[in-house]
């Protein structure tokens, strides 16, 4: 029930979880081991950044349409051109089905039948 | 529902909780029979499951209704979701009018979903396709009071209306050559016609559309973004249902008659321009149940590929063998799971909408200092979503990638991408709605209601379970539901036979 036979390989969870928590264990072992005499409410626990005041927490956070700008940025004519069809437009759904419709009827027609032809 | 509705809302409420569960009991119970005994059938209106030819017909004129381990394992998806779906509802649609009638349309839409798995015959399967089109697009409209929702649900239907024709003027072109509608018997008399081949694309197309495959997507983003979130989990058993269609379809219906590889490689392709359109799409989606509608496209993606390969082989019985087996059983099994985890992720994103009425992802932020519950499970639903080991999303990829690489390792390499872009997705889902500081505006924010904290910790349940536990699933569920599809002819003998 735990080991699953992929016919070229097998995947046990149970020796992942086992492995992952041991490196957890080791983790938080170091961590333990760090600098530990940091005075709290000083200037030590403060964030910095670059020695300028922390925004307000409305400005501070990135919003979501600003996380993966350079992706979307180096991608814009792939998403121009993907973009463009998607009106939107019930219409033009059905237009986009009865070309899949056409196409698939077509291939299906061409290529004949299979093994079992009767 | 409406009686019940008057006398006391939580009488509804229960009625409605205690059907579905009564439901999942007894498709559990059915469920076991079928593993231990096999198929199992029942004749409508018959005294006798036996009496399914009179010999005053030339055709079986019953409602046949079959269950083998394919259609039980959809079942299950189908009642569980079900059944969790209806639990979340109770506490997100507290405040909403007419309820009476949501929980009405909610058991109908059950109901079509379960006779689309559950029948054995191809004409009773559009007549529950349509009863559970016609209440999901009432349910998708449901909140008429946003001006997205009556446009999502116009769609929904027109999109139900166009596939349910193309599948009734499939059916009309086979019953006009063989007289029969019984998937079985019409399987046994098929001589794949030029007539059989129309029948076949348009069947094949009209579920591609109605499970949401691209370039025919563009509805259900629009359709579960803006349903009310137990709906929208629903609406996901229901795609699958669909998909259960589009493999009956391919594999017991037409099966070696056709050209296998040629519709394999359709499924395939399609699959592909899901995972990879759906992904990239969801990237630049601000709506969080857009987003994850679009990741569901993408997951659809990696089920049309692990069966479409099982399917592009079915007559090589080497090739079949050797990795179309378990490229079938990877997809089978993802299905099962990508209802699972999306479900998991639109209900916490539900939560969400529920406790700060919006879906802008823009507008969130330091959401986890007051839904912590709701993040951690948004954060398992994602990495599941993503295959991270040790969650069950994982253990259906696995089988994918390994069995598509011996296919064609573009595809598997294809797949891979996609699930690292998937996992980068909810990264910025996660970053953007839960971490940070908590925005003022969101200080006062409680923790979900404790029926929704209920369902999710339920589907989290199942996913660990399953992701540490996959042997569950593929033994018992996946590979019977993979026999059941592949072997046409036993599908035929147990119910021509009159099993």
Known sequence: ?118 | MPIAGMINSKLRNTIAIAGLLFTEFLVVVLARDIYLNGLHMYTLGASSPEITTPAKFIFPVRIILEVDSMNIFMALISSTIALIAAIYSMASMKKETGQDKFYFLTLLLVSGMLGMEMTGDIFNMFVFLEIASISGGALVAFRTRYADSPEGGLKYIVVSAIAGLMVLFAIGLLYSQYDLLNIAALANAIQYTTLDKIALALLAMAFLMKLGSVPMHMWLPDAYSVAPTAITVILLANSQASMYALFRTCFSLFGLTMNVNTLGWMLIILGVLSMFIGVTMAVLQRDIKRLIAYNCICESGFMLLGVGVGLAVLDNPTALATYGFQAMTGGIFHMVNHALFEGLLFLAAGVIFHRIGTRNLNEMGGLGHGLKFTAVLFLLGAFASSGLPPLNGFASKILIYESVYHFNPVLAIIAVIVSIITLAIFVKVFFSAFTGQMLPKFKEIKEAPKPMMISMTILSGIIILFGLFPGIVVDWLAHPAVNALINQASYINAIIGGR
């Open chain 1, 1 to 118: 029930m735990v080991i699953l036979e992929s016919g070229y390989a097998f995947w046990n969870p149970i020796i992942w979880v086992i492995a992952l928590a041991t490196v957890m264990i080791l983790a938080l072992y170091f961590r333990s081991r760090g600098q530990k005499n940091y005075k709290k409410g000083t200037a030590q626990t403060k964030i910095f950044l670059c020695g300028e005041d922390v925004p307000e927490p409305e400005l501070g956070h990135i919003k979501a349409s600003n996380v993966y700008w350079g992706f979307l940025e180096t991608l814009k004519d792939y998403y121009y051109a993907i973009l463009k069809p998607q009106t939107g437009i019930i219409n033009d759904l059905a237009l986009w089905f009865v070309l899949l419709l056409a196409i698939g009827a077509i291939v299906i027609l061409a290529t004949g039948a299979g093994a079992v032809a009767k």
